[in-house]
């Protein structure tokens, strides 16, 4: 069975950094890339970027371009994700989710979600 | 970016029912576009991937069509447990992108 379980809810101060981290289990890490997407309240999924769980290879939404950091920790079936300079915007349901290649997301994580208030 | 739109926004039915859902892209994707359902407080569930290719586990009451621009999913008949919100979503080029989403209610 394969599960990725992502970290706690979080409460940061506007302009402060989050990491969230997506622990993944029941199949092989690096045979498959890992997506960061999120949902804004009252808006549509929102794709963020996504890692190449074999090489480390990164891409990213324009929208976070210089804000967004996906990274992997092999040996833990982990990836993180980085983001910089919240702002209110940023309050939203963060997912991650496995890609597989041109069949969609086929697991999800629960969500975690992320409050950005003063 | 490839902008997704979906008709209808809200879906009221009841069990039994035959549904369909709409999707159109604003530009060609061929026919790498996936469809989920979601439930309150859950994570989003694939259902069909590929245009029309379900996934494991989905019940063949579920099928999708189309291609390029405008595609379809169809509830055979509906069951008390399909009763949640639909999206499409196309995976032809970054960036991904979703559509609004269709409630379907009673």
């Known amino acids: 069975q394969v599960y990725l379980v992502q970290s706690g809810a979080e409460v940061k101060r506007p302009g402060a950094s989050l990491r969230l981290s997506c622990k993944t289990s029941?199949?092989?890490?690096?045979?498959?890339?890992i997506h960061w997407l999120r949902r804004v309240p009252g808006q549509r999924l929102e794709w963020m970027g996504w890692i190449n769980c074999a090489n480390g290879d990164t891409r990213y939404s324009q929208q976070f371009q210089g804000r967004l950091t996906i990274t992997k920790d092999t040996s833990a079936s982990t990836a993180y994700m980085d983001l910089s300079s919240l702002g209110s915007e940023d309050t939203a349901l963060y997912y991650c989710?496995?890609?597989?290649?041109?069949?969609?997301?086929?697991?999800w994580g629960q969500g975690t979600l992320v409050t950005v208030s003063s | 970016d490839i902008q997704m739109t979906q008709s209808p926004s809200t879906l009221s039915a009841s069990v039994g029912d035959r549904v369909t859902i709409t999707c159109r892209a604003s530009?060609?994707?061929?026919?790498?576009l996936a469809w989920y359902q979601q439930k309150p407080g859950k994570a989003p569930n694939l259902l069909i991937y590929k245009t029309s290719i379900l996934e494991d586990g989905v019940p063949s009451r579920f099928s999708g069509s189309g291609s390029g621009t405008e595609f379809t999913l169809t509830i055979g008949s509906l069951q008390p447990d399909d009763f949640a919100t639909y999206f499409c979503q196309h995976y032809i080029a970054y960036p991904f992108t979703f559509g609004p989403g269709t409630k379907v209610d009673i």
């Open positions: 029941g199949y092989s890490f690096s045979s498959y890339s």
């Open positions: 989710a496995r890609e597989i290649i041109s069949c969609g997301y086929q697991n």
């Open positions: 530009q060609n994707v061929g026919i790498k």
